[in-house]
């Protein structure tokens, strides 16, 4: 499971990453979405070096190449994208960062996984659904698929993605309830993470 998450404030950002750490997740995936997102995203990666030392941190959200090696450059593990852009693989590629394009069809995804992409994004999910991916299994069963949009930590919905053939699964503010993250309830968003996990080593 890979929690997708922005925030402009640092502080915060440091805090969900801590909670989603205690949490048990070891993949993070902060997003280029807002004014100095990057500023944000080098901040913590030195912080979860500290306090997060088993966390990999990567980067959401990126659309370009000159993006990617921005990131790059900050210490992103992976970069993550809502779409395929050859470029972005070949920055990547360059530095042995896995990327993870956004797939919406059969051919996207036959095209990311030429260009060197092992694990592909299937998005968004909530409009493509389980039976795609079970669908792109059966003539290409070697693909790693990645699903965002349409994930909840509930058995039902994690059940039918894995079933369907997910590797794994990327979750956004249903991870981060809007009133958790007011109430700062950090320890409500770790128990968040920790079930979420249980649930996916019991589906898959």
């Known amino acids: 499971m890979v929690p997708v998450f922005y925030n402009s404030d640092l502080e915060t950002s440091k805090q969900v990453v ?68 050859p470029d972005v693989a070949k920055v ?3 530095r ?13 995804v036959g095209y990311a996984q030429e260009a060197g992409c092992d694990i592909c994004k299937v998005f968004p999910g909530d409009v ?12 290409m069963p070697w693909s790693n698929l990645m699903v965002t949009g349409g994930v909840k930590p509930e058995e039902t919905n994690l059940k039918t993605w894995f079933d369907a053939g997910v590797t794994c699964v990327g979750m956004g503010s249903n991870l ?24 996916i080593q019991k589906v898959r």
């Open 176 to 199: 981060f309830p809007a009133d958790m993250m007011k109430a700062g309830d950090w320890a409500g968003i770790s128990k968040l993470c920790a079930d979420a996990l249980a649930i």
């Open 128 to 139: 493509l659904g389980a039976n795609f991916v079970k669908g792109l299994k059966v003539p």
């Open 18 to 85: 801590k909670a989603c750490y205690e949490g048990g997740v070891r993949v993070f995936e902060f997003t280029n979405r807002g004014d100095f997102a990057h500023e944000i995203f080098g901040e913590l990666v030195k912080y979860a070096a500290k306090e997060c030392p088993e966390m990999i941190m990567g980067i959401g959200s990126i659309v370009d190449a000159p993006t990617t090696a921005l990131y790059i450059q900050l210490g992103a593990n992976f970069i993550v994208g809502p779409l395929f852009n």
């Open 96 to 108: 042995l960062v896995p990327y993870a394009p956004g797939c919406a069809t059969v051919t996207e």
């Open 92 to 94: 990547a590629n360059r």
